[in-house]
């Protein structure tokens, strides 16, 4: 292996993409529990910034990616503390869109210009389009 943790979801926390936040939030805080804060970027964006994190770093805990088009909760950096209290009213099976829970946290929008930098991949579309952008790119 790569010698990464797998946190599975838990059956306490909300449903949708926020489970996983949940479940990473409670590993960080039992794992490593000095750390403040997790990042957070989707394996299925190709593109994100190779100085993603240091730039959030640098508007501080809570801060997530936007570009001129929409916000990206998926690119993130979250303080452990208030991702689980913020989280702690979605328990139970309950689900919440990450943009409304970012916007919650008071997570500072941090710009990124790369039009590109947080596509998706989800679908033979989306591959062609990246195919696209690499042919640009390169």
Not at 15 to 30: C, I, R, T
Not at 39 to 56: E, Y
Not at 108 to 117: E, G
Not at 129 to 138: C, D, G, N, Q, W
Request: hydrophobic share 45%.
């Amino acid at each position: 292996g790569l010698g990464l943790a797998v946190t599975p979801d838990r059956e306490d926390g909300p449903a949708g993409p926020a489970a996983g936040l949940w479940a990473a939030a409670h590993h960080v805080a039992k794992a490593s529990p000095e750390a403040q804060a997790f990042a957070t970027a989707p394996v299925d964006g190709p593109f994100f910034p190779r100085h993603l994190v240091a730039k959030l770093q640098g508007a501080g805990a809570p801060s997530v990616a936007v570009d001129e088009q929409s916000m990206h909760p998926t690119f993130a950096l979250w303080r452990v503390t208030t991702l689980l209290d913020a989280l702690r009213s979605y328990a139970g099976g309950k689900g919440v869109a990450l943009h409304k829970l970012a916007k919650k946290c008071g997570a500072t929008q941090v710009r990124f210009p790369d039009r590109d930098a947080f596509m998706n991949v989800n679908s033979p579309d989306d591959f062609k389009t990246v195919e696209a952008i690499l042919a640009r790119k390169l």
